[in-house]
């Protein structure tokens, strides 16, 4: 199929045999991003990991990137994970009052959780200026990626006008300041912290000793590569989050079956933890189907052929725009039903969710929502733990139902595509929801082990971690 957007034409695959096809097995060729002088070589500074070009500079960040994320990191993350969302079902029994702070709960859960691994510091409440400053980040970079984000973006040759018609440059660089203070202050605190010898153990302390003078990038490019980590893990797991809550609260049935199991399984003294991930096949279920219906971005990010491309009886010539269409994958024949929240199509098949995306037959990938050949998101395996473990805390501690209007009635649930924010990241617009403790032994356990993980904190590896970040070695 072909686009055609303000004039620039693009091939959008929208099957699975073509993405495995094209954009992994021809990935050579079908790795790099077209001319995007606002969106990434202003707003951005050419620095941000999702928008730059295939080339050194993206192959050294990503390859840092990758041995923060891989598999062995991302279960060594875990009891972070484990403590961050014991917070979370507190914070919503003690805060939800108003139906409306879970948005920012869950917010905070995902945020401090890339921050304590990236900088070794805790985010442990919402009104932190730092949670606000990344999501005013993320705003910003799901604004301009969008296709229409900057004109400048579609026909590039604009940006070689004179500079007096170059408007757009206001607007990019103010984005590319805004971000650039949050990240350069985050590194900049941590260098003084590391020539004080004070600094906790982190990705970036390891970035620093490390990987730093050796991979050949200097601060500001250690400052982003950081930073990309963060944008990765907050705002799109978040809304992957608060879409979970607002379809299970609109599909009760769906409720019913994750308590039945949770019941069975984990019982009425204890809250889920990750020794119960085999256990609990729809829980796991709920969060595949989530990434299916409403996936992490709206749409792909165009790529731009860096050689000729063959597929089937089609020639695609060098310096070609292409992109594939997860909604389309995501509603292909293998799926009955597809527009239906469904999670019971993916029991059956225990595969977790990181490990589907290299088998070899294409029909066996559960999700496209982390893209595919070399950009595939290397925080899949992060994602999928930050969203069991919440998801199976959340759904065993509460029933989770529609506000109530000023009658006492309970107001409809929209999951259209109205529901969310025109953004490229997939995130519903703030809305309510009624968390109801599933019973008072069950309210008095959240309390209980919060009160317990608040005052032990927890250990990362040989890290302690208190309530507030990390302290140091045993």
Same mark, same amino acid.
């Given at each position: 199929?072909?686009?055609?957007?303000?004039?620039?034409?693009?091939?959008?695959?929208?099957?699975?045999?073509?993405?495995?096809?094209?954009?992994?097995?021809?990935?050579?060729?079908?790795?790099?991003?077209?001319?995007?002088?606002?969106?990434?070589?202003?707003?951005?500074?050419?620095?941000?990991?999702?928008?730059?070009?295939?080339?050194?500079?993206?192959?050294?960040?990503?390859?840092?990137?990758?041995?923060?994320?891989?598999?062995?990191?991302?279960?060594? /993350?875990?009891?972070?994970?484990?403590?961050?969302?014991?917070?979370?079902?507190?914070?919503?029994?003690?805060?939800? +009052?108003?139906?409306?702070?879970?948005?920012?709960?869950?917010?905070?859960?995902?945020?401090?959780?890339?921050?304590?691994?990236?900088?070794?510091?805790?985010?442990?409440?919402?009104?932190?200026?730092?949670?606000?400053?990344?999501?005013?980040?993320?705003?910003?970079?799901?604004?301009?990626?969008?296709?229409?984000?900057?004109?400048?973006?579609?026909?590039?040759?604009? +940006?070689?006008?004179?500079?007096?018609?170059?408007?757009?440059?206001?607007?990019?660089?103010?984005?590319?300041?805004?971000?650039?203070? /949050?990240?350069?202050?985050?590194?900049?605190?941590?260098?003084?912290?590391?020539?004080?010898?004070?600094?906790?153990?982190?990705?970036?302390?390891?970035?620093?000793?490390?990987?730093?003078?050796?991979?050949?990038?200097?601060?500001?490019?250690?400052?982003?590569?950081?930073?990309?980590?963060?944008?990765?893990?907050?705002?799109?797991? +978040?809304?992957?989050?608060?879409?979970?809550?607002?379809?299970?609260?609109?599909?009760?049935?769906?409720?019913?079956?994750?308590?039945?199991?949770?019941?069975?399984?984990?019982?009425?003294?204890?809250?889920?933890?990750?020794?119960?991930?085999?256990?609990?096949?729809?829980?796991?279920?709920?969060?595949?189907?989530?990434?299916?219906?409403?996936?992490?971005?709206?749409?792909?990010?165009?790529?731009?052929?860096?050689?000729?491309?063959?597929?089937?009886? @089609?020639?695609?010539?060098?310096?070609?725009?292409?992109?594939?269409?997860?909604?389309?994958?995501?509603?292909?024949?293998? @799926?009955?039903?597809?527009?239906?929240?469904?999670?019971?199509?993916?029991?059956?098949?225990?595969?977790?969710?990181?490990?589907?995306?290299?088998?070899?037959?294409?029909?066996?990938?559960?999700?496209? +929502?982390?893209?595919?050949?070399?950009?595939?998101?290397?925080?899949?395996?992060?994602?999928?733990?930050?969203?069991?473990?919440?998801?199976?805390?959340? /759904?065993?501690?509460?029933?989770?139902?529609?506000?109530?209007?000023?009658?006492?009635?309970?107001?409809?649930?929209?999951?259209?595509?109205?529901? @969310?924010?025109?953004?490229?990241?997939?995130?519903?617009?703030?809305?309510?929801?009624?968390?109801?403790?599933?019973?008072?032994?069950?309210?008095?356990?959240?309390?209980?082990?919060?009160?317990?993980?608040?005052?032990?904190?927890?250990?990362?590896?040989?890290?302690?971690?208190?309530?507030?970040?990390?302290?140091?070695?045993?």
């Amino acid at each position: 199929m072909e686009l055609n957007i303000w004039g620039m034409r693009i091939v959008v695959f929208g099957t699975r045999e073509a993405v495995k096809a094209v954009i992994e097995k021809q990935s050579a060729y079908t790795s790099s991003r077209p001319e995007m002088p606002a969106s990434c070589d202003v707003a951005s500074g050419g620095y941000r990991l999702l928008l730059m070009p295939h080339n050194d500079d993206w192959r050294r960040a990503r390859a840092i990137v990758h041995k923060a994320t891989m598999p062995k990191s991302a279960d060594n /993350l875990r009891p972070a994970q484990q403590f961050e969302a014991t917070q979370v079902i507190h914070d919503i029994l003690t805060e939800n +009052a108003d139906s409306a702070s879970f948005f920012h709960n869950t917010r905070r859960y995902t945020t401090s959780l890339m921050m304590t691994a990236t900088y070794g510091k805790r985010l442990p409440n919402t009104y932190d200026q730092d949670i606000k400053q990344v999501y005013a980040v993320m705003k910003d970079l799901g604004t301009t990626a969008l296709p229409y984000g900057f004109l400048v973006d579609t026909f590039p040759a604009l +940006a070689k006008l004179p500079m007096w018609m170059q408007t757009w440059r206001k607007e990019a660089k103010e984005i590319y300041d805004k971000q650039g203070r /949050l990240w350069t202050k985050l590194y900049n605190n941590l260098l003084k912290e590391i020539e004080r010898n004070t600094a906790p153990e982190c990705f970036v302390k390891h970035l620093v000793d490390n990987e730093k003078d050796r991979r050949g990038i200097d601060d500001t490019q250690a400052a982003f590569v950081s930073g990309s980590i963060i944008e990765a893990g907050s705002e799109t797991t +978040a809304g992957l989050l608060n879409s979970t809550w607002l379809y299970t609260a609109a599909h009760p049935e769906v409720l019913a079956r994750a308590n039945e199991e949770l019941t069975r399984v984990v019982g009425e003294n204890r809250s889920p933890t990750f020794d119960d991930f085999d256990k609990l096949p729809y829980i796991s279920a709920i969060t595949k189907e989530i990434m299916r219906i409403r996936p992490v971005t709206s749409f792909l990010i165009v790529r731009r052929t860096t050689g000729d491309v063959v597929y089937k009886d @089609y020639f695609i010539p060098k310096g070609t725009a292409i992109a594939f269409s997860q909604n389309a994958i995501h509603h292909d024949d293998c @799926y009955e039903d597809p527009d239906e929240f469904k999670p019971e199509r993916y029991l059956g098949s225990n595969v977790r969710i990181g490990q589907s995306l290299t088998h070899p037959d294409p029909r066996q990938r559960v999700t496209y +929502a982390f893209g595919a050949g070399r950009r595939l998101c290397p925080g899949v395996h992060i994602a999928e733990n930050s969203l069991f473990i919440v998801v199976a805390k959340v /759904l065993w501690a509460f029933d989770i139902k529609p506000p109530l209007d000023d009658n006492g009635d309970e107001m409809p649930l929209d999951t259209s595509h109205e529901a @969310y924010e025109r953004s490229a990241i997939v995130v519903p617009k703030p809305f309510k929801l009624r968390f109801i403790p599933r019973s008072a032994h069950r309210e008095k356990i959240i309390r209980e082990e919060w009160a317990k993980a608040e005052t032990e904190g927890y250990w990362l590896g040989d890290i302690k971690v208190n309530k507030n970040g990390m302290l140091s070695r045993s």
